[in-house]
């Protein structure tokens, strides 16, 4: 294929895939929990097919799997390639409509018609841009390079392998719904998908190149309180509401989001819901720190505990802490391979390789715990979950380059 022909290739089928509405919903039950996903889902069945892919098949949960046997006999590992289907649900993905800027010349961008822009002044990794082709929202979606970009990188590589006939080990694609909402990898055929290892597709910068990820748990709080009315409520009335503030006293005002970075773990309160007569509050763990996470949980439960006797409350609130998913890095060093020809593929192609920790979670963190190392690879995008979500052409480009360098390598 010319390269002229698998850019512009790129760029179309990108444009595509953001045009399906595969926002996930938190609440959902099940999964796919939109319509739009399987829609996509069905979208890639059919053009994986047209590549040329075997056993190419959709789940009723809307996970695409296929596999590219090695043309190669120097080449017999297996190596999995996954971006997930869905965007996030902090910002609305119907109706996206992209623009594209071409030979980005600096300064402020302004999205569509309305008030939303972009600025180097916010956003100072924008000068870097500077001559790129960039692909921007029009104020009033996110753009769902997170992770559509990562999709069409996928599906190009393939269609340049295929078509230029260039030597790959063996290749196992996967996309997956609801990874913004952490639902959708347990109904994953991990059964079905063999691999020496994986990656997925979902980073931001070129470069990044990521295999280390938070240990989370969420932690549910859930307080019941007896209303009566104001006038008679001496000694009576338990207003769960000042119940559930008084709660998150107990917590550190430093050990937040908002407070750390780099490894530093924290709590977050994201969600305090409720009346006089019930209150819930969600609260985020996160820690890079096996150990340390281990005390976070614990000390969750042991504050309830203590808040309980404390408050004397003859309805004590309940605690209930759930892990979400665990540092991927304890999988990904025991197959240094992963790591170690991705590094070699971003040196061939002229990228300089930026290590990262996840402040925050992938599908792959899933997959390394259940014993598949899956560390993460850059898109080329900023600003994921956000109206002001933007990627350049040119870094899809060298993720293109880096995927099919990469399944070239020996093992």
């Not at 302004?110 to 924008?126: D, H, N, R, V």
Request: hydrophobic share 40%; with cysteine; glycine share 8%.
């Amino acid at each position: 294929m010319e390269t002229n022909d698998y850019k512009k290739n790129l760029l179309t089928r990108f444009l595509h895939y953001v045009s399906f509405d595969t926002q996930s919903k938190p609440s959902a039950k099940h999964s796919p929990s939109s319509v739009g996903q399987m829609k996509l889902a069905q979208n890639l069945q059919k053009e994986l097919t047209e590549l040329g892919l075997q056993n190419v098949q959709v789940s009723k949960h809307a996970v695409v799997t296929a596999y590219l046997p090695a043309n190669c006999a120097e080449l017999s590992h297996t190596i999995g390639l996954i971006a997930h289907l869905d965007t996030s649900p902090e910002c609305s993905g119907k109706n996206v409509r992209p623009e594209v800027i071409e030979n980005y010349r600096g300064g402020d961008i302004a999205l569509g018609s309305g008030e939303e822009f972009i600025s180097p002044a916010y956003y100072p990794f924008m000068h870097q841009l500077i001559g790129k082709t960039l692909i921007v929202t029009d104020g009033n979606t996110l753009l769902g390079a997170d992770n559509k970009a990562g999709i069409a990188e996928i599906m190009t590589a393939l269609e340049v392998l295929q078509q230029g006939g260039l030597p790959h080990c063996n290749l196992r694609v996967a996309f997956t719904p609801d990874e913004e909402i952490g639902l959708g990898m347990q109904y994953f055929p991990l059964e079905d998908f063999p691999c020496d290892w994986a990656y997925t597709f979902d980073g931001g910068e070129v470069g990044e190149l990521e295999y280390e990820n938070f240990n989370a748990a969420t932690a549910k709080i859930h307080i019941v309180g007896r209303n009566i009315h104001t006038g008679y409520a001496k000694g009576k009335m338990v207003n769960a509401l000042a119940l559930a503030c008084d709660f998150h006293q107990g917590f550190s005002k430093q050990d937040v989001p908002e407070k750390t970075s780099g490894r530093e773990g924290f709590f977050h309160l994201n969600h305090l819901a409720g009346d006089v007569e019930k209150a819930e509050l969600h609260y985020l763990i996160r820690d890079f720190n096996a150990e340390s996470f281990v005390r976070r949980k614990q000390f969750v439960q042991d504050w309830t505990a203590k808040f309980n006797a404390e408050k004397g409350l003859k309805q004590p609130i309940e605690c209930v802490v759930q892990d979400s998913y665990k540092n991927m890095y304890e999988a990904v060093k025991k197959v240094p391979q992963a790591i170690s020809i991705a590094e070699k593929a971003m040196e061939i192609c002229g990228v300089k390789v930026i290590h990262k920790a996840i402040r925050g979670g992938t599908d792959g963190a899933f997959l390394s715990a259940n014993g598949l190392a899956c560390p993460n690879i850059f898109t080329g995008g900023y600003n994921f979950h956000s109206k002001h979500e933007l990627i350049s052409l040119e870094g899809m480009e060298k993720a293109v380059e880096v995927i099919v360098e990469m399944v070239k390598l020996k093992k």
